[in-house]
């Protein structure tokens, strides 16, 4: 049991160049998200699926693309990198989650992705 | 939108003197979570709290839920230098879970 796996962990782009992060987990788990965490920021939300098919925008969704095909992979592209997504990229999966309803949601985190964009 | 605030944004205490994070939301919350993040490495979920007034323990650990559901803390009791790290609070509203900012500890032995 791997729990969330995310590819690749270190990443330099060039302003304009395309790219995909690739997180996967292997808990069945149908909730899950990709935050950016950048110093003082805290975690930001910037996409968000609660099961396969479906996806929503949180929080910074803007240059990011995101589809979820599967239950296990729930990748994010970049678009045209720019160096204001320079940041570390957190995938996280959670349990199914009842919406208005207090509920065990533990979000289980990736190692992460450090991206530079030069 | 929902914001959660988190203070202080960073601690340094000696080692066995004890510390305190606090979170207030700016909506009721179903629940709230706490996570721990060392340094370079990812957050890991500590607790999470649903009733109004809940109190729960963890060694040294003291998690709070406020009774009207914004507001959360987390007291450590006698630091210790495992303790370094930065500790978040995540406030689920209707949709979306909402992190505050975390609150950076540093242990000096």
């Known amino acids: 049991n791997a729990g969330v796996t995310q590819t690749p962990k270190f990443q330099v782009l060039k302003t304009g160049q395309s790219m995909t992060l690739q997180c996967a987990q292997d808990m069945n788990h149908e909730y899950m998200s990709w935050y950016r965490q950048d110093p003082g920021m805290g975690l930001r939300l910037i996409h968000y699926?609660?099961?396969?098919?479906?996806?929503d925008q949180g929080e910074v969704p803007n240059g990011y693309n995101v589809s979820r095909s599967t239950t296990e992979d729930f990748p994010l592209r970049l678009l045209s990198a720019a160096p204001s997504q320079t940041s570390v990229y957190f995938c996280?999966?959670?349990?199914?989650?009842?919406?208005?309803?207090?509920?065990?949601?533990?979000?289980?985190f990736g190692p992460g992705t450090r991206l530079t964009v030069l | 939108g929902q914001q959660v605030m988190q203070i202080p944004q960073y601690q340094h205490v000696q080692e066995g003197e004890d510390f305190t994070t606090y979170c207030n939301s700016s909506?009721?919350?179903?629940?709230i979570q706490w996570y721990k993040q060392r340094p370079g490495g990812h957050p890991v979920f500590l607790i999470q709290l649903v009733k109004s007034g809940e109190v729960k323990k963890q060694k040294r650990l003291t998690f709070q839920f406020g009774e009207a559901k914004k507001n959360s803390s987390l007291h450590i009791t006698a630091t210790q230098t495992t303790d370094v790290g930065t500790y978040f609070c995540a406030g689920r509203g209707y949709s979306t879970l909402t992190f505050g900012k975390g609150t950076m500890l540093l242990v000096s032995p």
């Open positions: 996280a999966s959670s349990y199914t989650r009842l919406a208005g309803v207090a509920s065990t949601d533990t979000q289980y």
């Open positions: 909506t009721t919350l179903s629940n």
């Open positions: 699926s609660v099961g396969a098919g479906i996806t």
